[in-house]
């Protein structure tokens, strides 16, 4: 029976191109939906470039240009990234749709309605000369912490999150001057209130959830939850749907996180699916994942399922949080206002989407914090691309195209391999539902290495050399067999390579099942599957 699967994307910040990181920690919810669509289940695969907040609109000021022309800049940049590396999103949307803002003023009315969303007026950051409320990114001041430059919700220097009234030394970025305090209204909603079902939600799904998930998120409700404003002081957003609020929007992160929701039911609607139904609680046969860095586990484990528990629409709270650790350049976490990050089109300027695909993977962030290492992937493309994979593929077709004109003859697949093969569909593909990606692609690099040993043991061309046709028939088709379940157990991974074996010996499109090949097979345009590249 197939199964319903929802796959939520982190939506990445549109004001600089994607690094590394992003990649790193994006890629899981490609590889789980590439897999969960070859297993035949209903996936929707979302995400999408969240154009709202004060960066942009800093930015753009800098820039002499638009919030929205530096949003769309960005998106357009992203779209076309994802498409470099191989992403295949149900949907890549963005916050400046009006069918996200619609769906965001309706969403932000129901939790007003249901008595999640109160007023309070508090005393607020205000320019006097600017005559205006400064939102946290227009303030500059000084961190209590360390003494170092912050702005009025982070230091630029100890990276510490702060509240505006914490900052010290408080001026006007906009235009130099000392800010006052003036009392102002905003709405905010009850974090507070969703306590008790946020410590059940850790409980329920500590053996789901990553283990830094896991620990963040306690660490979160440890700390002591506090109700989190709604709304913002800003020029550029989603309008609040509230009458006397006209000169706010609703704060970015209450908008973003529901991008998941936003864009998940635009797909259904498409589709013809009730998202209602389909995020149900209920639906026993529902599985959700949620893919995004370390910074964004509180957003995720704690905010998003507040949020969805007061829509009061019985959704499904997140099963799976596959929350990547870093990826280090220069032993220093990647920052867009630092300067220090690799993007991922610099990347590709040098490398295959596969191989980024396979070291993000393999070794990337997925446990611990990883750095970047540029010799490391060109390694990594040698030894495993190269040496096994190709080795493999490419040895064995290259003698047959020699030898036999690339006709391959029908033969008997061994019993052994073909057992091997399906306890690896089987045991590959438990180790990527539990968002395991490394145990998944350790044991496709065994697989590949025992065909390697396969082959070397059977002595192929000795078979020939003796005219022992027949037994020289087999051992080919047994590796014809492990090549169509390699492209298989690879698409999810490596799609490039997938395709390759596929196109060049007519396999069948892409499902995650056991493929044995029938009769004589003849050999297409042979290609190598990855080139060295030198160190």
Not at 40 to 45: E, F, L, M, N, Q
Not at 303 to 324: H, K, M, Q, T
Request: charged share 30%; aromatic share 12%.
């Amino acid at each position: 029976m197939s199964r319903d699967i929802f796959i939520g994307g982190a939506w990445p910040y549109s004001n600089y191109f994607l690094h590394v990181g992003h990649l790193a920690s994006l890629l899981p919810g490609d590889i789980l939906a590439k897999y969960y669509r070859g297993k035949g289940d209903r996936v929707i695969y979302v995400s999408g470039s969240d154009c709202h907040g004060t960066p942009i609109t800093e930015r753009a000021r800098k820039e002499n240009t638009t919030p929205e022309k530096v949003a769309n800049y960005y998106h357009e940049e992203f779209v076309k990234t994802f498409n470099n590396v191989g992403f295949e999103y149900d949907l890549y949307t963005d916050t400046m749709t009006d069918y996200h803002n619609k769906y965001v003023q309706k969403q932000f009315s129901r939790l007003l309605d249901n008595g999640w969303i109160y007023e309070k007026v508090e005393p607020a950051v205000y320019c006097e000369k600017c005559n205006k409320f400064l939102s946290d990114r227009e303030i500059v001041g000084k961190c209590p912490n360390c003494g170092g430059v912050s702005t009025g919700d982070q230091c630029d220097e100890c990276l510490a999150s702060l509240d505006s009234s914490e900052v010290l030394d408080k001026h006007c970025k906009i235009c130099g001057s000392d800010t006052v305090s003036k009392d102002n209204k905003h709405l905010y909603f009850k974090l507070t209130a969703f306590e008790k079902e946020l410590q059940q939600l850790i409980i329920d799904r500590k053996n789901l959830w990553r283990k830094n998930a896991v620990g963040e998120a306690q660490k979160y409700i440890d700390t002591g939850l506090r109700d989190r404003a709604a709304t913002r002081q800003l020029d550029w957003g989603v309008d609040v749907p509230v009458k006397g609020y006209e000169d706010k929007k609703i704060y970015v992160w209450i908008e973003a996180v529901m991008g998941y929701l936003s864009a998940g039911q635009r797909v259904a609607e498409e589709r013809g699916i009730d998202f209602d139904k389909f995020m149900s609680d209920n639906n026993k046969n529902l599985r959700t994942y949620f893919v995004h860095g370390k910074d964004n586990i509180p957003f995720h484990t704690t905010i998003f399922p507040a949020l969805v528990s007061g829509l009061e629409y019985n959704y499904r709270l997140p099963d799976y949080i596959v929350s990547c650790a870093y990826v280090n350049l220069n032993d220093e976490k990647m920052s867009k206002s630092k300067g220090n990050l690799l993007t991922v089109n610099e990347l590709l300027e040098r490398f295959p989407k596969d191989t980024l695909r396979f070291y993000f993977t393999y070794l990337g962030p997925e446990t611990h914090d990883t750095s970047c290492s540029i010799e490391e992937m060109i390694q990594c493309h040698n030894k495993f691309l190269v040496g096994q994979l190709g080795n493999f593929v490419n040895r064995n077709l290259g003698f047959i195209n020699k030898k036999f004109e690339g006709i391959i003859k029908e033969g008997i697949v061994d019993k052994d391999i073909k057992e091997k093969t399906r306890k690896a569909y089987d045991s590959i593909g438990e180790a990527i539902e539990k968002a395991e990606f490394r145990n998944a692609l350790s044991q496709i690099l065994e697989y590949i290495s025992d065909a390697n040993k396969y082959y070397d043991s059977s002595e192929p061309w000795v078979k020939v050399k003796n005219e022992d046709l027949t037994e020289f028939n087999n051992i080919t088709y047994t590796c014809v067999y492990i090549m169509a379940n390699i492209a298989n157990l690879i698409k999810p991974f490596m799609g490039d390579a997938s395709s390759k074996i596929k196109d060049m010996l007519s396999f069948k499109e892409y499902r995650w099942e056991e493929e044995e090949p029938k009769g004589d097979i003849t050999i297409k345009d042979l290609d190598i599957l990855y080139n060295r590249i030198d160190e």
